[in-house]
């Protein structure tokens, strides 16, 4: 698998700290970031052995890159590794930038199979608060063309813990697969900590996030939507196959300032310099890793991923998730219960070695 990191955005939103540079007045411009990508494509190529089955061009935003520039990314993945098993490829896209002659060149590109649109909100105020440039109009017209075009693929982009939640009265959910659901998270350094730090956005409190977590859920599943991970839900056969294979560990190859890799027992990431950092692995820090990761889940942590050594300390650390209903012991696993998801990342913490 390999993702590309597209490190371009129209502005900053407020609640983004991943790594990103203005399309206007970066000091690289877009062709001069295809050119050194390529660069490290062919110089990385040895690393990934086996074909490759899914791509995914992540941000800052992927859906910036005019067409051309895109189609000379496809031909040196074409010609640097073995795309003959492709499964999948993901282009995640803001509204705006989905008009209908870049969904047709999109398109005509015969590459990109699926697309991972960041509607956020169906409210514009809260668009306007948060920093889209997109409005509702616009989403609902986005999701609509892309449909239109060919791309029955589509996965959406919602955050909840918003001051205000979003209504789906006017969402049709039938022409999406996927839908994805993060809570808000107030990183430091962003514009909105700032905000929240001068008390210019008040946030709702924990409860109400819980409640919009809930709401949010029965809605998707309403529209038929499965969960299968703390934030993501999607019909049968439509799950991320490249996410996915994040929860499982499965090596990758991550190409573009920012982004990370990872060979199965080191990890590397890219700094915006050009230069990279790596660390491997220890024995501990691939279990804790493993418990992170399954038990976001839906299908929880297999007892065979477990190393023996850790299995006693296993058992007795989720006896007491459990005994309070948000643990299920069966099938040579430990699941999460739907309450369980949401403590899914202290649970892990607690048991971490």
């Known amino acids: 698998m390999v993702y590309i990191h597209v490190p371009f955005c129209h502005r900053k939103?407020?609640?983004?700290?991943?790594?990103?540079k203005p399309v206007v007045g970066s000091q690289w411009s877009v062709a001069s970031y295809t050119d050194a990508l390529i660069e490290e494509m062919r110089s990385r190529c040895g690393e990934q052995a086996h074909p490759i089955r899914t791509v995914y061009?992540?941000?800052?935003?992927?859906?910036?890159?005019?067409?051309?520039?895109?189609?000379?990314?496809?031909k040196a993945l074409h010609e640097c590794f073995d795309l003959s098993?492709?499964?999948?490829?993901?282009?995640?896209?803001?509204?705006?930038?989905?008009?209908?002659?870049?969904?047709?060149?999109?398109?005509?590109?015969?590459f990109v199979n699926r697309l991972s649109i960041g509607l956020q909100s169906l409210d514009?105020?809260?668009?306007?608060?948060?920093?889209?440039?997109?409005?509702?109009?616009?989403?609902?017209?986005?999701?609509?063309?892309?449909?239109?075009?060919?791309?029955?693929?589509?996965?959406?982009?919602?955050?909840?813990?918003?001051?205000?939640n979003s209504q789906f009265s006017i969402f049709n959910f039938q022409l999406v697969s996927h839908v994805s659901a993060y809570a808000l998270t107030v990183e430091p350094g962003t514009a909105l900590a700032v905000q929240v730090e001068q008390g210019?956005?008040?946030?709702?409190?924990?409860?109400?996030?819980?409640?919009?977590?809930?709401?949010?859920?029965?809605?998707?599943?309403?529209?038929?939507?499965?969960?299968?991970?703390?934030?993501?839900?999607?019909?049968?056969?439509?799950?991320?196959?490249?996410?996915?294979?994040?929860?499982?560990?499965?090596?990758y190859l991550g190409l573009g300032p920012g982004a990370h890799s990872f060979d199965g027992f080191r990890r590397q990431w890219n700094r915006p310099d050009g230069t990279f950092e790596e660390e491997t692995l220890?024995?501990?820090?691939?279990?804790?890793?493993?418990?992170?990761t399954a038990l976001r889940t839906t299908r929880g942590l297999a007892l065979a991923q477990v190393p023996e050594k850790y299995?006693?300390?296993?058992?007795?650390?989720?006896?007491?998730?459990?005994?309070?209903?948000?643990?299920?012991?069966?099938?040579?696993?430990?699941?999460?219960?739907?309450?369980?998801?949401?403590?899914?990342?202290g649970i892990a913490a607690a048991l971490f070695v």
């Open 311 to 345: 299995k006693e300390r296993l058992h007795r650390g989720m006896q007491p998730y459990v005994d309070c209903g948000w643990m299920v012991r069966g099938d040579g696993s430990y699941k999460p219960t739907a309450e369980g998801l949401l403590h899914a990342d």
């Open 13 to 20: 939103c407020t609640y983004c700290a991943f790594y990103s």
């Open 57 to 74: 061009f992540g941000g800052g935003t992927p859906s910036i890159l005019p067409l051309d520039e895109l189609e000379r990314i496809v």
């Open 85 to 110: 098993q492709v499964e999948e490829v993901t282009l995640e896209a803001n509204p705006e930038d989905l008009t209908v002659d870049y969904l047709q060149g999109l398109k005509s590109l015969g």
């Open 200 to 251: 210019r956005v008040v946030l709702p409190d924990e409860d109400e996030v819980v409640r919009q977590y809930y709401t949010l859920r029965q809605q998707f599943v309403e529209q038929g939507l499965r969960q299968y991970e703390i934030s993501n839900f999607a019909r049968p056969g439509f799950e991320s196959k490249h996410n996915s294979r994040y929860w499982d560990r499965t090596p």
């Open 124 to 164: 514009d105020g809260m668009l306007r608060l948060i920093g889209r440039r997109h409005t509702v109009v616009q989403a609902l017209a986005a999701i609509e063309n892309a449909h239109a075009t060919g791309f029955h693929n589509l996965s959406v982009d919602f955050i909840y813990g918003l001051p205000v």
């Open 282 to 292: 220890t024995e501990a820090d691939a279990y804790n890793e493993l418990l992170m």
